[in-house]
């Protein structure tokens, strides 16, 4: 008996042994478009608490183009990954990607941004973790036309700025939503005007929304909408540099990471009206969770997760971020 419960115990230590040795072998890449983008930082940041977790090495690269996408995948296959999760700058790099990840013998699997194929179709097979992108733009609609009514304001004299990015699908379902709210509730459509960004950040979206601004240097009173914070932040800076204060100016952004927050903590109200928090936790740390429990344990992850959003304002920001688990 003693010998027998000794093997027994032999054997669960020989393989205890086996998989952590086969968990510090393992390696996962997690590739984002913008580094500096602090959704991205958070993402990475859970991503990380994931591999401590589980004792597997996360490699973090940021590409900003396709040849750095295609180089980073290549520098994983070279260092023996056996998959990557990547936020691509560019949605038609999709098969390119996938052929890529085949030839480097590398798992793959997206977040945030969904590849498309040629068509402009979402490459199903890939599997995928993004937000649930027209309901939370639905919310950001709502909280405008809440906010326009609560001033009072009547939606003729008021225009919208819609910065926009529309070679990325989910940027285009986040400000539909929105406007489909708006329009519901009387916006005349008359009065949205596009920005388009050329690239989706703040500064990009400030030079978009000027243009927009100057152009229409009548309209007094704006709403701003976008694909993130950033988008926004952009229209907000942009209506102060023309002169258009806090109170005619109505801001509701998506992401509520630092760029959000740090708008909040301003010691006066500023056109940044409110962000709908999404979560980095669930698209970091799960989606590098999945990835690894696919390379080590063979369990293919959900081909499409949406994850959700919660409005915040400045004023209960702090006890939004509570509720979540993320102060
Ligand atoms: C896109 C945006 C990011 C962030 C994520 C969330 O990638 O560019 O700013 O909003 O979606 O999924």
Not at 23 to 31: Q, T
Not at 128 to 136: D, L, Q, R, V
Not at 233 to 255: F, K, P, Q
Request: with cysteine; net charge negative; hydrophobic share 45%.
């Amino acid at each position: 008996m003693r010998i027998f419960r000794a093997a027994v115990l032999l054997g669960t230590v020989a393989f205890m042994a086996a998989t952590s040795a086969f968990a510090a072998d393992v390696k996962i890449g997690f590739i984002v478009k913008q580094p500096e983008e602090s959704w991205f930082q958070d993402e990475w940041k859970f991503a990380d608490v994931a591999a401590k977790e589980k004792g597997f090495t996360l490699i973090k690269i940021g590409a900003e183009d396709g040849e750095k996408v295609q180089s980073a995948i290549d520098n994983l296959g070279a260092q023996g990954a056996q998959g990557f999760i990547i936020c691509t700058p560019d949605v038609k790099l999709g098969p390119g990607i996938v052929a890529k990840a085949a030839a480097n013998d590398l798992k793959v699997m997206t977040v945030d941004d969904r590849l498309v194929s040629a068509d402009g179709s979402p490459l199903e097979d890939v599997p995928h973790m993004g937000i649930s992108a027209t309901k939370i733009g639905e919310a950001v609609g709502q909280t405008l036309v809440d906010e326009i009514k609560k001033r009072g304001w009547d939606m003729k004299d008021v225009g919208a700025i819609r910065v926009s990015y529309d070679q990325l699908p989910t940027a285009v379902d986040r400000v539909n939503g929105a406007l489909s709210v708006l329009k519901t509730a009387g916006f005349p459509e008359a009065n949205i005007f596009d920005a388009p960004q050329a690239k989706t950040d703040t500064e990009a979206a400030l030079n978009a929304a000027t243009v927009v601004l100057n152009k229409n240097a009548g309209i007094k009173k704006w709403v701003a909408i976008g694909l993130n914070d950033e988008a926004v932040l952009g229209a907000v800076r942009a209506s102060e540099t023309v002169g258009i204060t806090a109170d005619n100016m109505i801001g509701v952004g998506i992401g509520g990471a630092d760029s959000a927050i740090n708008e909040f903590k301003k010691p006066t109200a500023t056109g940044f009206f409110g962000t709908v928090i999404i979560s980095p936790k669930r698209h970091g740390y799960e989606t590098a969770l999945n990835m690894y429990e696919w390379v080590a344990d063979g369990k293919e992850p959900e081909k499409l997760t949406l994850t959700a959003g919660q409005l915040a304002l400045r004023d209960n920001y702090q006890s939004v971020r509570k509720e979540l688990g993320i102060e």
